[in-house]
């Protein structure tokens, strides 16, 4: 039998997709920051909405420059991300403080992240619903992997500092390519 679950706990059960890391520069200062919320919009060009907390440090950066990269971090990274997103940019070097090196991006001002299996240079492409819902339309301008990580395992947030990690693929027949 079905029972009311809270409103607030809706979040949990729409779990978008890996837990990423959100790089900016702004005034000569990087920064990063962890995020769960976003989503593919369209695929060439690959257009992906996020949403970024006007709370959040990184929002003011990436309302100013219309830029930043999306560095998707390995299970091995985990701790370093859920610490990265428990503390500001305001207060803290993050990438010294955590360890994390900033590499240079070839399209956009914010570095990528070295030890993330893939980043996303993106610029900011749309910003009509910034003001109402703190969400950004990004456009990937240039993708990055590291052929040197294997198989990574991306972990997603499921809530209240509980994740699931990614787990077994499965293939079944699709009309899609």
């Given at each position: ?31 990063v ?26 929002f ?96 997603h ?12 693929m ?8």
């Open positions: 039998m079905m029972k009311d679950l809270p409103l607030a706990k809706v979040y949990q059960l729409l779990e978008p997709g890996p837990v990423v890391l959100l790089t900016t520069a702004r005034k000569g200062r990087a920064n920051m962890t995020m769960s919320w976003h989503m593919m919009v369209e695929f060439e060009p690959p257009l992906v909405a996020c949403v970024v907390s006007s709370a959040n440090h990184s003011a950066a990436l309302r100013a420059t219309k830029e930043c990269v999306i560095a998707l971090p390995a299970l091995e990274l985990a701790p370093k991300v859920v610490e990265v997103g428990n503390c500001s940019g305001r207060d803290v070097e993050k990438f010294e403080r955590f360890g994390l090196t900033p590499a240079p991006a070839e399209r956009v001002a914010p570095p990528l992240v070295a030890e993330c299996f893939a980043n996303l240079e993106c610029k900011v492409a749309d910003t009509r619903l910034v003001d109402k819902y703190n969400l950004f339309i990004l456009e990937v301008l240039k993708a990055w992997i590291d052929p040197a990580q294997k198989n990574p395992k991306t972990i947030h499921h809530g209240y500092g509980r994740f699931a990690v990614d787990g077994e499965i293939k079944l027949k699709s009309r899609m390519r």
